[in-house]
């Protein structure tokens, strides 16, 4: 049995970081909407007022530091599964709690979509620390 939670733990943390590095190419990827006003002003006091919609990419709507926060939260979910493979359950654990707390942070924007990849994360860990309280008592 504990050789079963170490193997799903492991899986689930693999299926959690393919997740996020997929979420952050779907972002990446999406084209951003954009919605604004242009107005002209004419002599004779007239005016005329457009409104327009045009798609932008991630980087032109987010820029260097939109895409840095992309690159981050694959990297924690990248660190994750190194963590979970080299047998550091404490540290997985923090890393899925510091997942969970990202998401919700960023919930409005693109936590939404990292949600399930933090979750997942989080029953990898703990499937690992309950194959650690298993071996402690046997």
Not at 61 to 73: I, N, P, R, S
């Given at each position: 049995?504990?050789?079963?939670?170490?193997?799903?733990?492991?899986l689930?943390?693999a299926?959690?970081?393919?997740?996020?590095?997929?979420?952050?190419?779907?972002i990446?990827?999406l084209?951003?909407?954009v919605?604004?006003?242009f107005?002209?002003?004419?002599?004779d006091?007239g005016a005329v007022?457009?409104?327009?919609?045009?798609?932008?990419?991630w980087?032109?709507a987010q820029?260097?530091?939109g895409?840095?926060?992309?690159?981050?939260f694959?990297?924690?979910?990248l660190l994750a599964?190194?963590?979970?493979w080299?047998?550091n359950?404490?540290?997985l654990?923090?890393?899925?709690?510091t997942?969970?707390?990202l998401s919700?942070?960023?919930g409005?924007?693109i936590g939404?979509?990292?949600?399930?990849?933090a979750?997942?994360?989080?029953?990898?860990?703990?499937?690992f620390?309950?194959?650690?309280?298993?071996?402690?008592?046997?």
């Amino acid at each position: 049995m504990r050789e079963f939670l170490v193997r799903g733990g492991k899986l689930m943390v693999a299926i959690a970081a393919i997740w996020a590095v997929g979420a952050s190419i779907y972002i990446f990827s999406l084209p951003t909407p954009v919605n604004g006003v242009f107005d002209v002003i004419f002599r004779d006091s007239g005016a005329v007022v457009e409104a327009f919609t045009r798609e932008q990419s991630w980087y032109e709507a987010q820029g260097l530091w939109g895409t840095l926060w992309l690159v981050l939260f694959s990297g924690l979910y990248l660190l994750a599964v190194r963590v979970a493979w080299s047998g550091n359950h404490k540290a997985l654990a923090i890393m899925s709690a510091t997942a969970i707390a990202l998401s919700v942070v960023t919930g409005f924007s693109i936590g939404s979509a990292y949600l399930p990849a933090a979750l997942g994360l989080f029953v990898g860990s703990l499937m690992f620390l309950s194959s650690n309280l298993m071996r402690a008592r046997c």
